[in-house]
């Protein structure tokens, strides 16, 4: 059982809804979310602010056009995502109007939450609605993103959303009632984690990244969802959503997985918005002695650089390594890769004599600088 109460900890949650739980043979749910709805209000009396991720765009487009492919050009996706969206939303307006609350449709892209600027405009939008007691209801702009620039699934969306908003919950509705330690479906004698307060690589091999007909994550991206959250100090639930009332019900049985974030950070900050990003490019491993240093709060500099991995240019997110592999935080680097690749190892004096200008002496200073160590 988890130890959590949702009336006296959270003050703004974000929530995802999946799009088996809005799609049932091949139809919008309109019970399900009627009871959902029942939970949001639920939320709302307890003085939380509340905001939503949901998917089924595509499936509904799909049904709409009366398209059966399962494969489909990026071209057609987008079409059904323009036409699906119009009856979520429709959907979304009809049945919290019965329950006389009023909704709006936020549709982001990955640079809205990549691009630090977009991510501060996309904030302020959600934070008036939310002064407004209106409850956003946000999904990927799937009408004009391409498969090079996409969050891929709304898991890591609504992760993402909520360092935007500085959420203090993110909760994850799902098919299961949360982790196993197997895969229930396919082993009998699966085990429940009611805790993870780590996400290391025993947690990703109990995931799997199998899916549903309307969904495009799994288990795994839930994973990576509570692994960004963890980043700003967000926790993390997953629980079972296809029942009636998943959110009364969890907080009468407490059955789920609860990611407990061990960080007591600032909200609202540029470094959790960098900790929290998924636009890496590269990644640079660093010695024992560049480690100390940036624990010391230093900024990184060119000597303790081992390695160099990925093509990335000046500007760009990478991600720090130690020797052994694991992982210490993230930056944005001052130089490209391949000047990274010429002056690593050597000391900040020589960079003007190797790659022939006046550089800066840090390749990432402490101030872009967000570091995980323990």
């Known amino acids: ?139 990927e702009n799937d009408t004009v993103a391409t498969d090079e620039l996409k969050f891929g699934d709304n898991d890591r969306l609504a992760a993402r959303v909520a360092q935007v908003v500085d959420a203090d919950l993110l909760f994850l509705l799902s098919d299961v009632k949360g982790l196993y330690d197997k895969n229930p479906k396919l082993n009998q004698d699966a085990n429940l984690i009611n805790e993870i307060s780590e996400i290391n690589s025993k947690v990703f091999k109990m995931s799997t990244s199998e899916t549903n007909d309307h969904g495009s994550g799994g288990m795994l991206t839930k994973i990576q969802a509570a692994e960004i959250a963890f980043t700003f100090g967000c926790d993390t639930i997953i629980i079972k959503g296809n029942i009636k009332n998943p959110i009364l019900n969890f907080e009468k049985n407490k059955q789920g997985t609860f990611f407990r974030s061990q960080k007591k950070i600032n909200k609202g900050g540029f470094k959790n918005w960098l900790g929290g990003s998924i636009n890496i490019s590269g990644s640079i491993k660093i010695d024992d002695g560049a480690i100390k240093a940036l624990q010391n709060g230093a900024s990184l500099l060119p000597s303790g650089i081992k390695k160099i991995a990925g093509n990335f240019s000046k500007g760009d997110i990478v991600e720090i390594f130690s020797e052994n592999g694991k992982k210490l935080g993230r930056g944005i680097s001052y130089y490209d890769s391949s000047e990274l690749n010429l002056i690593k190892g050597k000391k900040s004096i020589y960079i003007k004599d190797t790659l022939g200008y006046e550089g800066r002496e840090e390749i990432i200073h402490r101030d872009y600088l967000f570091l995980d160590i323990k």
């Open 1 to 139: 059982m988890i130890k959590y109460s949702l009336t006296n900890k959270s003050e703004k949650i974000v929530i995802k809804i999946g799009s088996s739980l809005l799609i049932n043979q091949n139809r919008f749910n309109l019970s399900w979310l009627s009871n959902f709805i029942d939970d949001v209000i639920f939320l709302i009396k307890k003085k939380k602010k509340i905001i939503i991720v949901a998917s089924g765009a595509v499936s509904l487009g799909k049904k709409y056009l009366n398209i059966n492919k399962k494969k489909m050009s990026i071209e057609m996706k987008q079409a059904c995502a323009a036409c699906g969206q119009v009856i979520l939303m429709k959907n979304f307006m009809k049945s919290f109007e019965k329950k006389k609350k009023k909704v709006a449709q936020i549709l982001l892209t990955f640079s809205d939450t990549e691009d630090r600027k977009k991510s501060l405009n996309s904030r302020e939008t959600i934070n008036k609605l939310l002064d407004l007691n209106i409850i956003p209801i946000i999904n």
